[in-house]
């Protein structure tokens, strides 16, 4: 079995991709796996990583505001897509794959249209509540959607009707207790604020929650974990510095979170943006959160996935302009006052969970194969 994924640009596309060939080879070792990406971004270091053959094409996506010099980029643009497509032909052609998986970005969408013609077997697997401009122009002419959220089914147009899948998710959140994490951590039963904006950082969730630790500093009532992101760690230490003099044991400032597992079976409330893999492994692992979606995504697919949580009762959200320190300290206290609120939204985000995402796309892969 020969499968060949396309999809990049970012982490949210590029990351599904891995985990679906990592468990594929799990269960059939002896599967070929390629990929074609982009010589420029992130897929070119994490897929040769994985270990897994990895080709190129060059295209780029098309500028929706209509300024001269994104007239002259979009120009750039059809003229790429015209050679990528070429290009996917021969490679798709040298290859012979089996069945070919797009899971996102601009890459994803020459590879699957010349699969299609090629009668080569294609599937799509779409991340967001609200599915990219890539996705709906490929849906009616692949083979199988998966869909991580089935809200995302109406802005589609479908030749076969959706599967739901969830999104896959690292094993490793699921494989450590509550209990066994706080004791890691060498917490009590205090409850423990986890927040994080991203590995880079976001300035307006790292200001937001100076503020929040400022409130909280001196009271020890509650832990927290906060992760500044990279470019945000030095600024914001200061800042909380500046606002807090001393901190107290209970709260920890860190660049980055690298026990994500433990941390976040550890927490009782998550403060975080609202990309797609970060709300199933909320889900996964059964965690109320106040959700802050970034506004810089492209078609606004953050606040689409916050929105799927909050209307299950699983989340409270807060957009990034309505972002302040009084209202995130007063979203914040309210809940970890209100227990039973706190538990209910606990409940709910598990009961939206996808626990066996994997299997589920592997038996969509298993079926769309049986049909060749």
Known sequence: MHILFAGGGTAGHINPALAIAGYIKS?????????IGTA??????????????????????FQ????????????????????ASGKARRLLKKLKPDLVIGTGGYVSGPVLREAAKLGIKTAIHEQNAFPGITTK?????VNRVMLAMPEARKYMKLKNEPVTVGNPVRGELTAISREEARNSLGLDNRPLILSFGGSLGARPINEAVAGLIKKHNNTHKYYHIHATGRSGYDSTKELISSNCGELAEEITIREYIDDMNVCMAAADLVICRAGAITLSELCVCSKASVLIPSPYVAENHQFHNAMTLKNKGAACVIEEKDLTEELLCKTVFDLLDNKSELKQMSLNAGRCSISDS??????VIKELLSQK
């Open 358 to 363: 994997n299997e589920r796309i592997y038996n």
């Open 40 to 61: 420029r971004n992130l897929e070119a270091k994490l897929v040769p990583a994985a270990g897994y053959d990895f080709y190129t094409i060059d295209v780029s996506g």
């Open 137 to 141: 122009a490929l849906a009616p002419n």
């Open 27 to 35: 269960v059939e070792p002896d599967t070929k796996i390629s990929y």
């Open 64 to 83: 929706r505001k209509l300024t001269p010099q994104n007239i002259v980029k979009n120009i750039s643009a059809v003229k790429k897509a015209f050679v």
